[in-house]
């Protein structure tokens, strides 16, 4: 974890789960990360919680509010990782969303929901990240299904 220490992490669905699981080891590695999610305070309580387990340690967890089925919420969300970091090393695209619902006989709106999160962030967070502030050649996409 050395060679990442430092380096600028974005970790989706960062609020529960296992992206707050992913979010919360990174930063107590030593990396700045970016946790997205629709509840920041989650995210926020996280990184209170890292600073009390160990105050002698730097923890960067920054919050972003971002709903990843809307684009405009995606390219501010870049924006803003832009002005303050100036350059991202990892996306981590964890963010997902599931309901039970039955394949032949389920709520379509709730499919349409799951799909249109996991599809529609997957392609525009992945060509954000592509054409923008991507640096130092350190860069790697990782999807990790809910």
């Known amino acids: ?3 990442w220490n430092g380096r600028v992490a974005l970790v989706t669905g960062a609020s529960t789960g296992i992206g707050n699981a992913i979010a919360k080891q990174l ?3 030593g990396m700045r990360v970016i946790g997205c999610g629709r509840d ?3 995210i926020q309580e996280t990184e209170s919680d890292l600073l ?3 105050s002698s340690k730097t923890i960067d967890l920054y919050a972003i509010k971002c709903d990843l089925r809307n684009e405009q919420d995606i390219l501010a ?3 803003d990782i832009g002005n303050k970091y100036g350059r991202l090393d990892i996306c981590i695209n964890n963010a997902g969303i599931a ?3 039955r394949l032949m006989s389920g709520d379509t709106e709730k ?4 799909f249109e999160t996991l599809m529609f962030l997957t392609n525009v967070v992945g060509m954000t990240v592509q054409q923008s502030i991507v640096n130092d050649g350190m860069f790697s996409i990782d999807r990790f299904a809910n």
């Open 111 to 114: 499919w349409r929901e799951m």
């Open 40 to 42: 920041v305070s989650k």
């Open 99 to 101: 309901f039970p619902e």
């Open 77 to 79: 969300m870049f924006d």
């Open 52 to 54: 009390k387990l160990d």
């Open 1 to 3: 974890m050395e060679r």
């Open 27 to 29: 930063a107590l590695h």
